[in-house]
């Protein structure tokens, strides 16, 4: 199944994004006065999709801006950077999978976006998003706050401990449909929604950032903290565990034996899941394990692709959002409750169910060779005992 409708070749060329370091230089000015830097502008730092990133110059200090170079005197950052899928994001064989269906510029400028050619190599191919994506910028080393013992160039940007700076890469739209005369039609219509369900929830609210769940403090070998840059995500059992609460109950009905789950949000500073459009929930039920008695409900996004007649042009379908199951971040509206029936008449065994988290629906994966143990992982799980069955004897 392909990401999109449309392929490349019927697209626009990118907007040409002019390089960002020249307004973010003024900001970062404003920011050693006034505060923080204003959030489109750290935004800015990122195209988004729509180009590459440069990153300009070496820093005054800094013979290379390259990854391996920074590790030199950043080892332990540079070690968590290296396990986190930041690191991997153009070598990750689940992006590989879905890249080759889809072989787009707009693709590699988020997974590579250091990338000079159609066919990144070298560095941007080894280190995806890496140091100087975050870090460089014309001739500085950008951090949250000053330093003065660097041996290297900086410019202090508050901004960078804001959520509007992992929004430039974590929040997007699917890229427009180019029609007849060079018109370009953006659908609008996000691919990541993931700052927008921050922004709304009960973290968003109270300025708890991105950055406070995903770069905790931790300590490095000399005592001193930093932030990881392992940045746990959805393949991170704690992290996923810290996300949900799940409570179980049975009900005898004529037809079979109802599982309701009712699953709340805890430490949770978005949907569960968000990010990627493939991402997924799944609650199962079975008697007792038993496979072949399973039965589960999705939690995910869904979208269609809707045919659109604009004036002048061929027909073209854009790709809607058309419905959401996903669990709400804590803060948005009540539990949520879903039931499912485990058919037949009931068994004298224990009935066993699971909450977990998947790359991407079962199908897919198998399509894509990603097989269940990579593609799910068992969150929760839990044993509840049924009623008796109406007449036997306890
Ligand atoms: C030759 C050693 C060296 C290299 C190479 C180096 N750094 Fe640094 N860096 C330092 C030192 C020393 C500090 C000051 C640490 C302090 O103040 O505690 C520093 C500070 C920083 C800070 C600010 C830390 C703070 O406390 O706010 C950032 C961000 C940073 N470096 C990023 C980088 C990146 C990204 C690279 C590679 C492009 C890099 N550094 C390469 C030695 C180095
Ligand atoms: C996805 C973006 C991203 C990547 C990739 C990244 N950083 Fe950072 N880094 C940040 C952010 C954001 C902060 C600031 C966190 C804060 O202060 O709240 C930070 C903080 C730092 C600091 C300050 C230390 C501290 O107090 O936490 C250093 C030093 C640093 N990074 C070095 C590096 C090096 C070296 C690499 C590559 C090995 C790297 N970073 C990769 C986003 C990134
Ligand atoms: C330059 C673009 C870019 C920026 C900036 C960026 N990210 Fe990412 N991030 C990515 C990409 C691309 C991936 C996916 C890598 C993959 O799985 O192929 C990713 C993955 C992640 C993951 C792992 C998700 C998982 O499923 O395991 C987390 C968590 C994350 N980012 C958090 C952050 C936070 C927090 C910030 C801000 C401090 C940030 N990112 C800034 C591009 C970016
Ligand atoms: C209150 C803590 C909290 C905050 C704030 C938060 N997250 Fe998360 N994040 C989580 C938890 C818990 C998970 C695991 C559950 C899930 O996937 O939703 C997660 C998962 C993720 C994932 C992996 C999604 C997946 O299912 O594979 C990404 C990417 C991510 N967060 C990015 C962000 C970004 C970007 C922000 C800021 C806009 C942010 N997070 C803010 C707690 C938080
Ligand atoms: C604006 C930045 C951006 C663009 C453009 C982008 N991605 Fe991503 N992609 C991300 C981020 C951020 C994540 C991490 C979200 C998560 O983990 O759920 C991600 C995650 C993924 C994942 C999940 C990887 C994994 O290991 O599970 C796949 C697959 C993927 N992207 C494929 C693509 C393809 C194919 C394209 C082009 C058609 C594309 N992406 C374009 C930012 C981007």
Do not use: K
């Not at 153009?90 to 693709?107: G, L, Q």
């Not at 977990?356 to 143990?373: F, I, K």
Request: hydrophobic share 40%; proline share 9%.
């Amino acid at each position: 199944m392909a990401r999109f409708a449309w392929a490349e070749h019927r697209l626009q060329p990118p907007p040409r994004v002019r390089s960002s370091w020249p307004s973010l230089l003024f900001l970062t000015a404003l920011a050693g006065t006034a505060g923080a830097v204003p959030r489109a502008t750290v935004r800015g730092l990122f195209p988004g999709g729509r180009g590459t990133v440069h990153v300009g110059p070496s820093p005054r200090g800094l013979a290379s801006t390259a990854a391996r170079r920074c590790a030199d005197c950043h080892a332990d950052i540079a070690a968590e950077w290296r396990a986190s899928m930041h690191a991997s994001s153009w070598s990750d064989p689940v992006f590989r999978t879905a890249y080759a269906v889809e072989p787009m510029a707009f693709c590699r400028n988020c997974h590579a976006p250091t990338h000079t050619g159609a066919v990144p190599a070298g560095l941007a191919a080894d280190d995806g998003v890496s140091c100087e994506v975050c870090h460089v910028r014309g001739g500085h080393v950008l951090a949250a706050s000053a330093s003065t013992r660097a041996p290297h160039a900086m410019q202090v940007v508050a901004g960078l401990r804001s959520s509007a700076y992992c929004a430039g890469c974590h929040q997007f739209d699917f890229p427009g449909d180019a029609g007849r005369a060079g018109v370009r039609f953006d659908t609008h219509e996000p691919m990541q929604d993931t700052f927008a369900e921050w922004r709304d929830s009960a973290a968003g609210r109270d300025g708890t950032s991105c950055q406070d769940c995903h770069m905790p403090w931790v300590d490095g070998p000399g005592g001193a903290r930093h932030r990881s840059h392992r940045f746990p995500g959805g393949r991170d059992l704690a992290l996923l565990r810290s996300a949900v609460s799940v409570e179980v109950s049975t009900r005898r009905e004529p037809a079979g034996t109802r599982v309701t789950f009712t699953v709340t949000s805890r430490a949770l500073g978005h949907s569960f899941p968000t990010g990627d459009l493939f991402r997924r929930a799944e609650l199962t039920a079975s008697w007792d394990g038993d496979a072949a008695s399973t039965v589960r409900a999705g939690l995910a996004r869904s979208f269609a692709d809707v045919p659109t007649s604009v004036p002048g042009a061929t027909l073209t379908f854009v790709r809607r959002q058309v419905g959401d199951t996903r669990l709400p971040a804590a803060g948005l509206g009540a539990p949520v409750t879903v039931s499912v029936l485990l058919p037949g008449p009931p068994r004298a065994a224990p009935i066993r169910w699971s909450f977990d988290h998947l790359l991407m629906p079962t199908p897919l994966a198998a399509s894509q060779g990603v097989g269940e143990p990579r593609n799910r992982l068992v969150v929760l799980t839990g044993a509840v005992v049924p009623p008796s069955p109406e007449g036997a004897s306890p």
